[in-house]
């Protein structure tokens, strides 16, 4: 679920946890030889560079190791409380939050991981205390009101748990969230009257949720209204978020299987909550903070398949693609998001340059799901990037053939088979897919480079190609590449002075491209500047390896330019 005013919250909470670690600059000093002080300052330093990497077992490691020198150091407990949670070592890192307490009773980070800790032995009470020693603030008090609600449940206490959830409307922009717990916690009371009335409720707020649609259809079926279940997950049966959840659950109805609650606990409801919060948190800097929220997920609920799915997407983000992979790794085949995790383990080993390897998965997993759309795209990326391309267009292909119509939201797929078409040499097909995609979305401005590019370099529809590059270069300023097409587009048609201009340009945006080197070359001999235009050459022949490219750049060395024949 996510909403602007929860996601203004939670981001800013994210900055005012890792400030309060980052900000302490102490380092350690309890070591006694200056050998040992030494070995604790490379060792902290070490731990800050593993922590500015989002490498959190590393950092935990370090961390830990640098406290020993200065146990009662409180920048170093915070550092290893937070990095030892967001490792997923939740048990470590409640006795490290036990000696926090000691100097920052209030501290944000320790009694969570102390609640966490106390729902895990089913302790509600102690959980509750914990909760309420926390310091306050408005992203506190949203995690805060959805642990606290859900430690009364676990003490049987449904009504103090509603009261507390009630906490959350003051803060604005949570309805969906607050109706969603409410309806959670109604059901696992057997309130099944209200829980229905909450669950419509938070389906009116956020009704493409996976985690509600499950939750309710489950309680459908349970209920004994398989119909309205069947007619509920029809709705999202083209989702593909809800895809896996839809399928496995049709299959259920079929065989008359009356499933468990989504949350058959207080301390799975702990975890969805913590789930919740954790999936909000999709910026760059919110990053650490939502993985240790998925930590903490994970360890009350350690088979919650999507927070899995989350975690590896956030560990993606911030490219640690082995990591993703291991996550991904870990949900079982049994799970109904075993599939996207192969196909996503696939997409993160092209990532890390194991080409071959993606290939093979791929080629595999489509021919297990020949109707995956999904799949035969990222069948499609991964030749692309091995740079098959015939094989990367027949990939693209058959993901074209299976859209169940050509939207707006199609336009990656041609304009991927139009790269992979061009790059196989085919260009009149290239060319349609190209425009198709422009098409379909008009302004996106590597399809407008791309086309426009391509025009210019045959020479042809010049002034539709500079229109073209000029629109992707005010659509995107900042990408080199777009602004040396833009120049190259005035030198093809005579523009030396103007060509120039602008590949200076693009050679300040992307340093070092023989390719832009070599046209500012080419643009500063055009107006008379041949010096320059030898310190460019010689700059491309450098960067570049490409062999017909270097034979290209020698002969202007040591001949010069002869005036180009004018495009158009």
């Known amino acids: 679920m996510r909403h602007l005013y929860l996601k203004a919250l939670l981001t800013a909470a994210a900055a005012l946890t890792l400030c309060a670690c980052a900000n302490a600059e102490t380092v350690p000093s309890g070591a006694t030889s200056a050998s040992a002080q030494a070995d604790a300052y490379g060792t902290y330093l070490a731990g800050r560079l593993a922590a500015n990497e989002h490498d959190m077992p590393e950092a935990a490691k370090l961390y830990q190791r640098t406290l020993s020198y200065d146990p009662d150091n409180p920048d170093l407990l915070n550092r290893a409380l937070l990095y030892t949670a967001a490792a997923g070592d939740l048990d470590a890192a409640a006795k490290l939050a036990e000696r926090v307490v000691v100097t920052t009773p209030d501290d944000r980070v320790a009694r969570l991981a102390l609640a966490v800790a106390a729902i895990k032995l089913h302790d509600f009470s102690e959980a509750r205390e914990q909760l309420n020693k926390s310091g306050k603030g408005p992203f506190t008090a949203l995690t805060l009101s959805l642990l606290e609600a859900w430690s009364a449940e676990g003490e049987g206490k449904t009504d103090a748990a509603l009261a507390a959830l009630n906490d959350l409307i003051s803060e604005g922009g949570t309805a969906a969230l607050q109706a969603y717990h409410r309806a959670l916690i109604l059901d696992l009371a057997g309130r099944n009257t209200d829980a229905d009335a909450a669950y419509k409720a938070a389906l009116a707020e956020a009704g493409n949720s996976p985690r509600m649609v499950e939750a309710y259809g489950r309680f459908l079926e349970r209920t004994g209204r398989a119909a309205d279940a069947r007619a509920l997950y029809a709705k999202f049966n083209a ?108 997409v993160d080993e092209s990532r890390l340059d194991h080409n071959d390897l993606a290939m093979q998965q791929l080629a595999a997993l489509s021919a297990q799901h020949p109707n995956d759309i999904t799949t035969w795209t990222a069948l499609g990326d991964a030749y692309r990037s091995a740079e098959k391309y015939e094989q990367a267009a027949d990939a693209y292909d058959h993901a074209i053939k299976l859209l169940p119509s050509v939207t707006a939201k199609a336009w990656p797929l041609f304009y991927a088979r139009g790269v992979a078409e061009e790059r196989s040499k085919k260009w009149d097909a290239a060319e349609k897919d190209l425009q198709q995609a422009l098409k379909l979305s008009p302004d996106q401005p590597q399809v407008l480079n791309y086309l426009g590019y391509s025009w210019v370099d045959q020479g042809r529809n010049l002034p539709a190609a500079l229109t073209m590059l000029e629109k992707a270069r005010s659509l995107d300023p900042n990408d080199g590449y777009i602004v040396d097409s833009v120049g190259w587009a005035y030198f093809r048609i005579g523009r030396y002075q103007d060509a120039a201009k602008t590949l200076e340009q693009a050679v300040l945006l992307v340093p070092g491209d023989p390719t832009i080197n070599e046209h500012l070359g080419d643009a500063y001999w055009m107006t008379g500047r041949k010096l320059d235009a030898h310190f460019q050459w010689s700059h491309a022949l450098a960067f570049g390896d490409d062999a017909k490219q270097k034979a290209e750049l020698e002969k202007k060395l040591q001949s010069g330019l002869t005036a180009p024949t004018r495009a158009g």
């Open 239 to 346: 989702d593909p978020a809800l895809g896996p959840v839809v399928a496995l659950a049709n299959a259920r109805i079929a065989e008359a299987k009356a499933p468990e609650r989504l949350v058959a606990s207080a301390q799975d409801g702990a975890a969805e909550a913590l789930f919740d919060i954790a999936a909000s948190l999709s910026d760059e800097a919110s990053s650490d903070v939502a993985i240790l929220y998925l930590r903490c997920t994970l360890y009350l609920s350690p088979d919650f398949d999507l927070a899995k799915i989350v975690l590896a997407d956030r560990f993606e983000a911030m490219r640690k693609f082995d990591d993703a992979i291991a996550v991904f790794q870990s949900i079982p085949q049994s799970s109904p998001y075993a599939f996207p995790a192969a196909v996503q383990i696939a």
